[in-house]
């Protein structure tokens, strides 16, 4: 089993949808751009949050058994995806890479 590393590549905020549809939350999200976690073995990192963990899951598994080139090449490195939170309001784009 590889490891997986998880960086934090950019955060969005559509403030228009959250006025016309969000109830208001007091705390949302925590990660901040360039910020990385460890999946060792495939494992859920420390820190991270669940929604976007299910978000990933699939992707970080795979690539720590050693799988790779998603949908026939979509990534430059194949042993690598672009995974966004499930978050419609304020979606954070993760990118993961197998690391030995």
Known sequence: M??????????????????????????????????????EGGGKPEGLCESAWESMRPFVEA?????????????KNPYSAMISCNDGFRPVSFYIEAVD
């Open 63 to 75: 690539l720590c058994r050693g799988e790779g080139n998603f949908f026939d090449g979509w990534m």
């Open 2 to 39: 590889k490891n997986c590393r998880i960086t934090v590549v950019r955060k969005a905020e559509y403030r228009d949808l959250m006025s016309e549809y969000e109830n208001p939350l007091e705390h949302a999200c925590d990660v901040t751009e360039g910020q990385v976690f460890l999946s």
